[in-house]
């Protein structure tokens, strides 16, 4: 054993080093032994509904579907939604039509809305619906277009139309 520490460690050291070996072996062993024993023990003691839910579980009969995921708003398109008021849909216009921010028609403003209500409210409705200049589609909500033409129709009174 001198040879394979050098000439630097003692026999005391070697006689230690070689305890705390075999100590750490047979600690790793008792742990070994331990944890084959717990799982002999624990699958024979368990209780007979334990071991037909392992049982199941085991052979995927307990996996099931408990819910589904709405990819890109399918569902939302197959379920009828009911029509918000108009008041609600105008919570998403005033952000810009109140103050006419980003050249949008200032609600209260008739010269602002006259020249676009020229063209009809259907071309105001389509118009919102694919968006213009600073608007986005439909406003930025998911409004129907019969939600927004009575958000336009209210604006477009408010503003002496």
């Known amino acids: 054993m001198n040879q394979l520490w050098g000439s630097r460690v003692s026999n005391q050291d070697q006689q230690v080093i070689k305890s705390m070996i075999i100590?750490?072996?047979?600690?790793?062993?008792?742990?070994?032994?331990?944890?084959?024993?717990?799982?002999?023990?624990?699958?024979?003691?368990?209780?007979?509904?334990?071991?037909?839910?392992?049982?199941?579980?085991?052979?995927?009969d307990?996996?099931?579907?408990?819910?589904?995921?709405?990819?890109?708003?399918?569902?939302?398109?197959?379920?009828?939604?009911?029509?918000?008021?108009?008041?609600?849909?105008?919570?998403?216009?005033?952000?810009?039509?109140?103050?006419?921010?980003?050249?949008?028609?200032?609600?209260?403003?008739?010269?602002?809305?006259?020249?676009r209500a020229a063209g009809g409210i259907d071309a105001l409705v389509t118009s919102s619906i694919a968006g213009k200049g600073n608007m986005p589609p439909r406003g930025g909500g998911d409004f129907s277009a019969e939600e927004l033409k009575g958000a336009i129709q209210s604006m477009m009174v408010d503003s002496g139309l």
């Open 62 to 115: 307990r996996i099931k579907k408990v819910g589904s995921v709405d990819v890109a708003g399918t569902a939302a398109k197959s379920a009828p939604k009911a029509a918000r008021s108009v008041k609600v849909v105008l919570q998403s216009c005033v952000g810009c039509h109140a103050s006419g921010a980003l050249g949008a028609p200032k609600i209260g403003s008739k010269g602002d809305w006259e020249s």
């Open 23 to 60: 100590v750490t072996a047979i600690i790793a062993l008792l742990g070994i032994g331990a944890f084959f024993i717990a799982q002999n023990v624990s699958d024979s003691n368990a209780p007979v509904a334990e071991k037909s839910t392992r049982a199941a579980v085991a052979l995927k």
